[in-house]
């Protein structure tokens, strides 16, 4: 059987000689983010390197470097597969989240300006848009982006680096979590309450607001993961109730 792939057939682009370790890992993130990869999947770094137009050293190396993030796990003689993770260690990740966003978040309504909430009002409307355009994907990451901001705007630096390193981890599941929602405009609709509280500058109603905001993704999508719903083969048995809390 030939190596060689058609276009349509190849997952990865073929990249150039500069720094290629990273920019590796750059594709197999994306890969990860947007299903082409699954967790649990095996990351053969012979075919990667074939399709990256590298050799097999800095695919190596650049799958080290997500597995040092938690994206890419590896074990002797089998070799490199992405990271699927248990019920218990995604509530950590959800844990570590709600700290770093409530703390930032306080910081965030002393800090603001007109101009960081008129992005951050802006960020929930693109949301709405991508609702309206049926881009459910990209809806995902822009929700992410949102919470970042709110991070960005706490003015640590180390806990919007903490926060990148949780938005890494959970990437592997924003495709799973994609193809779950069946009402678009309710992830919008779910930032509203926290676009309410900044526009009040209220520190308290805000932390009340993004606690029940994350805690409610929190509580469903760890039990989704301990029921096994996320197995491949039962997504269709999710009810539209559980699909729509998922997203928050």
Do not use: W
Request: hydrophobic fraction near 40%.
């Amino acid at each position: 059987m030939s190596e060689d792939l058609s276009p349509e057939q190849q997952i990865f682009e073929t990249l150039q000689p500069a720094d290629l370790a990273s920019r590796v890992a750059d594709q197999v993130l994306r890969a990860i983010g947007d299903g082409r990869l699954r967790p649990g999947e095996k990351v053969a770094d012979a075919r990667l390197a074939r399709e990256l137009g590298t050799s097999r050293a800095p695919v190596r190396e650049g799958l080290r470097l997500l597995e040092s993030q938690g994206l890419i796990v590896s074990h002797p003689r089998r070799g490199f597969f992405v990271h699927a993770y248990d019920a218990d260690e995604l509530k950590e990740v959800y844990d570590l989240r709600e700290c770093l966003e409530l703390h930032a978040a306080d910081a965030a309504v002393a800090r603001m300006t007109e101009a960081d909430f008129n992005r951050l009002e802006a960020q929930v409307q693109k949301l709405y848009d991508l609702a309206d355009e049926g881009q459910t994907q990209e809806q995902v990451v822009q929700d992410f982006a949102f919470h970042r901001m709110l991070c960005e705007l706490g003015g640590n630096s180390r806990i919007l680096r903490l926060f990148d390193q949780i938005a890494a981890e959970m990437r592997a599941g924003i495709a799973l979590v994609g193809q779950l929602y069946d009402d678009p405009e309710e992830i919008a609709r779910s930032h509203d309450p926290l676009i309410e509280a900044l526009r009040a500058r209220d520190p308290a109603r805000l932390r009340a607001e993004l606690r029940e905001h994350l805690q409610d993704a929190q509580i469903h999508v760890v039990q989704l993961f301990r029921t096994g719903a996320f197995d491949l083969n039962n997504l269709d048995k999710l009810s539209e109730t559980q699909r729509s809390r998922l997203l928050r």
